[in-house]
């Protein structure tokens, strides 16, 4: 994760408060993402399926086999192996960590190359997301906040944004899976606790010209209380979070 310190304010507009976030019915989970989960090869991280609520998530994605994945900022490479049992020998993955965020990539990168996953390409992009052809989905997890760090507030998101609009097909899909901080704070929290407001996380990725698709709650916790940093012990992994799905217009 990119860690920096930048307060910022934000000013939701009055129509997305009113506009409620709700929640997208839970698809059935295709068997191909139930073979992909159900691989031997993944053994050593299926433990961490339940709490991650993998299956609930990579439905409500809608990737399928054949897709071209953006997987930004893929921490040790979780969703990336899945994403690569999913897409199978006709689909691609691109597990992409942007120049800003190098130093994560130090073991993560040879680690995946280890594994010699032959749909799956890691790399250090030398600016944020490019890609060689536009691509089906984007998938982030728990790293969206961190665009607003480093100084960089709400024009660091709008960055990304924009980077992810330019790299999908028309009709693609962004997925955007983050802590969620207490409601009406915006993006005061991205670098302290670690979390961003939902609402103005949504907000951002509509100004960047997304439809927005829907929510899964299968995240939510309700018992987080939203001041606690995410890496304290008594909330960590299991903190309330946010999925949102939005679309690249046609």
């Known amino acids: 994760m990119l860690r920096v310190v930048r307060p910022a304010s934000f000013a939701v507009p009055a129509a997305l408060v009113v506009a ?18 159900a691989a ?17 998530v990579l439905a409500f994605s809608g990737v399928k086999p054949g897709d071209t994945v953006v997987d930004f900022l893929p921490g040790g490479g979780y969703w990336t192996r ?14 992409i960590w942007p120049q800003a965020g190098a ?4 073991k993560s990168l040879p680690a995946l190359k280890a594994r010699n996953l032959a749909n799956v390409t890691p790399s250090v992009d030398p600016a944020l997301l490019t890609v060689d052809r536009p691509v ?10 961190d665009a607003a760090n480093n100084g960089a507030g709400e024009a660091g998101l709008a960055a990304l944004n924009a980077a992810v609009f330019k ?12 802590h969620a901080a207490t409601a009406g704070s915006g993006l005061a929290a991205t670098s302290t ?7 103005a996380a949504k907000a951002q990725v509509l100004k960047a010209g997304f439809q927005f698709v829907g929510e899964s709650r299968v995240l939510a916790n309700p018992a987080d209380d939203h001041g606690k940093n ?17 679309r690249r217009p046609r």
């Open 103 to 106: 130093k994560y990539a130090e």
């Open 193 to 199: 606790t670690h979390r961003i407001d939902p609402v």
């Open 136 to 145: 089906d989905l984007v998938w982030t997890v728990q790293n969206y906040h």
């Open 82 to 95: 899945i994403f690569s049992g999913i897409v199978g020998p006709r689909g691609r993955v691109l597990a």
């Open 40 to 56: 031997p090869a993944r053994a050593d991280q299926a433990a961490d399926d339940a709490r991650r609520q993998a299956a609930a």
């Open 20 to 37: 409620a976030i709700a929640p997208a019915a839970t698809p059935a989970v295709p068997a191909y993402v139930r073979s992909a989960l």
């Open 230 to 246: 995410v890496f304290d012990p008594t909330i960590r992994g299991h903190t309330d979070q946010f999925v949102f799905k939005f």
């Open 167 to 178: 790299a999908l097909k028309p009709g693609g899909t962004y997925v955007l899976i983050d």
